[in-house]
């Protein structure tokens, strides 16, 4: 069973543009971590937040975490053509690998 | 350097034939993970294993899967009796000691006819 479920299902924006996707999860975490997914490359994971953080920064990338609410959220900034790809949230509840994946946001950036 | 790979990239089998699935991790990557990823149930854990053992089993889904590692490096996924609803995408994933990101390899794409 899916321990994530993710908000929107699929984004449409142009480049430039912010997108943001939003990931709810239902058991307590050890950590939460967010891949991308496209025909090119298959999955590659972009940036893990531990339980005890709140906001995390890598490049074009910000992730926020709040386990009162049990809930995340992805921040893309300044949206590339090539950022187009499906984007998986997947929590790990006891810090050993075990990964639940969310549904995933399709997200495509027109130029 | 050389990621996950899998092989064989595509397989096509009959209803009730068995196929094996191969991984090969990242050189020295003691934990190795199966999941599979169809259009039904999303992406689902299936096993880990750290080093030869398997602590979790729990995502298997039935007794017709088995899934061995040899050697702390490569990992076979046996499916016996294929049924339709194993077609799927069945992806690998290989972790180094004390670090929390997986790398994936490319899948193997499972069609039981």
């Known amino acids: 069973s899916q321990q994530g479920e993710e908000d929107p299902q699929a984004l449409s924006i142009q480049e430039g543009e912010n997108a943001t996707m939003n990931c709810s999860y239902k058991?307590?975490?050890?950590?939460l971590q967010w891949y991308r997914q496209n025909s090119g490359r298959g999955l590659v994971h972009l940036i893990l937040?531990?339980?005890n953080e709140r906001e995390k920064h890598s490049g074009r990338l910000r992730v926020t975490l709040d386990t009162s609410k049990k809930s995340s959220s992805l921040l893309i900034t300044a949206s590339r053509a090539a950022d187009t790809a499906s984007y998986f949230c997947?929590?790990?509840?006891w810090g050993w690998g075990k990964l639940q994946f969310g549904a995933g946001t399709q997200v495509v950036v027109t130029p | 350097g050389a990621g996950v790979s899998q092989s064989p990239s595509n397989k096509v089998t009959e209803k009730g034939k068995d196929v094996e699935l191969r991984c090969d991790p990242i050189?020295?990557?003691?934990?190795l993970y199966w999941y599979r990823q169809s259009l039904g149930q999303g992406l689902e854990f299936l096993i880990y294993?750290?080093?030869?053992?398997?602590?979790?089993k729990s995502g298997l889904p039935s007794d017709r899967f088995s899934a061995e590692r040899t050697g702390g490096s490569v990992s076979t996924l046996t499916i016996q009796r294929t049924q339709q609803e194993d077609s799927a995408v069945y992806l690998c994933?290989?972790?180094?000691?004390?670090?929390?990101?997986?790398?994936f390899g490319p899948g193997t794409r499972l069609t039981v006819l």
């Open positions: 937040i531990r339980s």
């Open positions: 050189s020295g990557h003691t934990a």
């Open positions: 058991t307590s975490i050890n950590n």
């Open positions: 294993f750290q080093g030869n053992s398997a602590p979790d």
């Open positions: 997947a929590t790990d509840a």
């Open positions: 994933a290989s972790s180094p000691p004390k670090g929390d990101e997986q790398f």
